[in-house]
């Protein structure tokens, strides 16, 4: 029916629009050979900086081993205690599990999907040191709350905006802040799907204070002070210049990017608000959403039927995601679990995330939309 089949996310067609730009900057680079750490990394993280309003962006090789250089950073011993949604990407408690410290895993909020604020205090306990807030789908978690439980507790907070970079939480006097610079430590992920991505992997820590960052800076690269003295313990965790280059042309696109799928999802709002089979997606007053997807939950069991249907009809749809933290095998029983899970339980059996990326053609939103509302009918009359 169209040329291009409807992907979630259509990489090859976003490549295209800016071949050009991005295969000089490849180019560039294998002309040049400096394929690890070349001048283009640090650039990019200037640029990445600058965008961010934060001072110190250390690139690391992918999101996963940003939240671990993060927690060894923080200089937490086997025990310790983080705080983390129940409902979301594993990479968080794989992290923590990793060290040797406990994941404790705290209820969502249903309306924004992120960890709940007024569930955190509960779980806080004499072994507690640090707090992750998952900024899941587009939207920051609700930060102005998370750090001051963090204040008054002694916590550490880590940000993992693997999935929201851009988006601006706005505190309640009215400051403004990119999602990711609030707390101790943001991370970030340039898996190529997300909405800053790459070509491969890629993964960066951010935050605003100097000697963190220079003890971060340190355990990314062997624990070095300077070359061959080890000062402690760390990894080798490195973006390639080339993966750097690509992102510092992307970076420059990247409020067209996030315009674009903010649109996809305007178009999604105001053609499903009638189906009473769907709870849309909720935009937060206090953070705007970069849309990395656009999740609804599907009413009375039917989730599974509706993406039956989908398929059957040339859409692609995905389950983000199908198991709470604490139903995995490897973390259910080494996570403490802080009083019911019973909204991540119910979102895993009840969310399904839609066709959402920079260049989906009008017609294609129409025809997914059109099926949905088709679909909210017949599976409303079961
Ligand atoms: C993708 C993702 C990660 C991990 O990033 P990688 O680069 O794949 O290691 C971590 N947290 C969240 C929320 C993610 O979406």
Known sequence: MFEEQIQMVDLHGQYLRFKEEIDAAMQHVIDNCAFINGPQVKTFSAHLGEYLRIPYVIPCGNGTDALQIALMALELEPGDEVILPAFTYIAAAEVVALLGLTPVLVDVDPRTFNIDPQKIEAAVSE???????VHLFGQSCEMEKIMALADAYHLYVIEDNAQSIGAEYTFPDGRVQKAGTIGHIGITSFFPSKPLACYGDGGALMTQDEALATRIRMIANHGQECKYHHKRIGCNSRLDTLQAAILDVKLKHITAFTEARRKVAAHYDETLAACEQFVLPVRSPFSTHVYHQYTIQVKDANRD????????????????YPLPVHHQEAYGSISRISGSLDVATRLCESVLSLPIHTEMPIEQQQYITETLVEA???????
């Not at 909210?376 to 079961?382: G, I, N, P, R």
């Open 127 to 133: 072994r507690t040191r640090a707090i992750i807030a």
């Open 305 to 320: 039927a509706l993406q039956g249907l989908l398929k059957e009809r040339g859409i692609p749809s995905m389950v983000y």
């Open 376 to 382: 909210s009918s017949k599976l409303a009359l079961k």
